[in-house]
């Protein structure tokens, strides 16, 4: 059974970082994706980031040069280390994965191609 359970929210002022962490447990494929998405009151889940078991990434395009994510393979810890929060980054973010797939290319950024997800974890950015 796949366990994903998300720390590092909080909240900060705009133009402060934070670290999210997200610990797998779990994923039994050779090849695998995960990502992290956000939602935030009255909208839909977004995709932020994804990274491959290749180490391919993707991000969506507002967080663009803002956001890093990364993982940490012997861990099995995924990471999203956020910069120059801005206060439309305030959401509920959630680690998600998919077992199987192909890693050699960046990863969708949509619901639908991952399904595992975690808890969630709380960011606030004030302005």
């Known amino acids: 059974q796949v366990q994903l359970v998300e720390s590092g929210g909080g909240s900060v002022q705009a133009g402060g970082s934070l670290r999210l962490s997200c610990a797998e447990s779990?994923?039994?494929?050779?090849?695998?994706?995960m990502g992290w998405f956000r939602q935030a009151p009255g909208k839909e889940r977004e995709g932020v980031a994804a990274i491959s078991s290749a180490g391919h990434t993707s991000y969506t395009d507002s967080v663009k040069g803002r956001f890093t994510i990364s993982q940490d393979n012997a861990k099995n810890t995924l990471f999203l280390q956020m910069n120059s929060l801005k206060p439309e980054d305030t959401a509920m973010y959630y680690c998600a994965a998919k077992d199987g797939g192909y890693p050699w290319v960046p990863p969708p950024l949509r619901t639908a191609d991952f399904g595992y997800w975690g808890q969630g974890t709380q960011v606030t950015v004030s302005s």
């Open positions: 779990g994923l039994t494929y050779r090849t695998y994706r």
